[in-house]
């Protein structure tokens, strides 16, 4: 067979073939593949969630824009880690395979006007990305994709698991200035807003913050002046 005739026969093979079973290794396979796909569905149904309450909360017999810009935040977070780790799976060799989205049914109570069950409700949406992260761990660990393991723990596993403590301490904050209605959860709310919807208590909630306190605690180990032999 000449040089030509082989250069046309692996053409023809390569023109045949899927190039998407080439970018995949072996690791990630159907069941890799489907898990990933849940969550990017999951994260979209989040999405949805939280821009309902965020809309819910500029309503003007709510008027709660703290609250809502920290549901915005939460909204836009959900939509940027599905496009995220849909982009992921196509870069390992898997489809886009959306599905349909359904409409929360979350409700702002407006009579009164109370944050305790939207919020917990938040909590339990949060709580439900956290498992389900895991679960996506436990698939990938199970079939050796030790690269999947490593992006989910690495970027999004950390960080779910301190907004479902920042969400777990606004529940518990709603609940107490909701037992007597009035200033408190105007305060409450004036503090979300004064911080861009992010939960000011957020960083005692992050234990890398503890290195930064150590470092803050032993600034002035080296200054041999405060040690007088």
Same mark, same amino acid.
């Given at each position: 067979?000449?040089?030509?005739?082989?250069?046309?026969?692996?053409?023809?093979?390569?023109?045949?073939?899927?190039?998407?079973?080439?970018?995949?290794?072996?690791?990630?396979?159907?069941?890799?593949?489907?898990?990933?796909?849940?969550?990017?569905?999951?994260?979209?149904?989040?999405?949805?969630?939280?821009?309902?309450?965020?809309?819910?909360?500029?309503?003007?017999?709510?008027?709660?824009?703290?609250?809502?810009?920290?549901?915005?935040?939460?909204?836009?977070?959900?939509?940027?880690?599905?496009?995220? +780790? !849909?982009?992921?799976?196509?870069?390992?060799?898997?489809?886009? *395979?959306?599905? &349909?989205?359904?409409?929360? /049914? $979350?409700?702002?109570?407006?009579?009164?006007?109370?944050?305790?069950?939207?919020?917990?409700?938040?909590?339990?949406?949060?709580?439900?990305? +956290? !498992?389900?992260?895991?679960?996506?761990?436990?698939?990938?660990? *199970?079939?050796? &994709?030790?690269?999947?393991? /490593? $992006?989910?723990?690495?970027?999004?596993?950390?960080?779910?698991?301190?907004?479902?403590?920042?969400?777990?301490?606004?529940?518990?904050?709603?609940?107490?200035?909701?037992?007597?209605?009035?200033?408190?959860?105007?305060?409450?709310?004036?503090?979300?807003?004064?911080?861009?919807?992010?939960?000011?208590?957020?960083?005692?909630?992050?234990?890398?913050?503890?290195?930064?306190?150590?470092?803050?605690?032993?600034?002035?180990?080296?200054?041999?002046?405060?040690?007088?032999?």
């Amino acid at each position: 067979m000449s040089h030509t005739e082989d250069v046309q026969k692996a053409i023809k093979a390569h023109s045949d073939a899927n190039t998407d079973n080439y970018i995949k290794v072996d690791t990630f396979n159907d069941e890799v593949a489907e898990a990933v796909r849940g969550h990017i569905h999951l994260e979209w149904k989040s999405w949805f969630f939280f821009r309902k309450l965020s809309a819910d909360c500029a309503r003007a017999n709510v008027s709660l824009h703290g609250f809502g810009m920290l549901f915005k935040r939460a909204a836009t977070e959900c939509f940027a880690d599905g496009m995220w +780790l !849909e982009g992921y799976l196509v870069q390992r060799g898997g489809r886009s *395979k959306p599905s &349909d989205i359904p409409a929360p /049914d $979350v409700e702002w109570p407006d009579d009164p006007v109370d944050p305790v069950q939207p919020v917990y409700e938040a909590l339990q949406v949060e709580k439900c990305l +956290l !498992e389900d992260l895991q679960r996506l761990c436990a698939v990938a660990d *199970k079939h050796g &994709d030790y690269a999947l393991e /490593d $992006v989910i723990e690495t970027r999004f596993l950390k960080k779910e698991t301190k907004h479902v403590k920042d969400m777990g301490d606004l529940l518990q904050q709603s609940v107490r200035v909701s037992k007597q209605a009035g200033h408190g959860l105007y305060h409450l709310d004036k503090e979300l807003r004064e911080n861009k919807g992010v939960t000011p208590w957020g960083k005692a909630n992050n234990p890398d913050n503890t290195d930064y306190l150590l470092q803050a605690a032993t600034a002035d180990l080296s200054n041999t002046k405060l040690f007088p032999s």
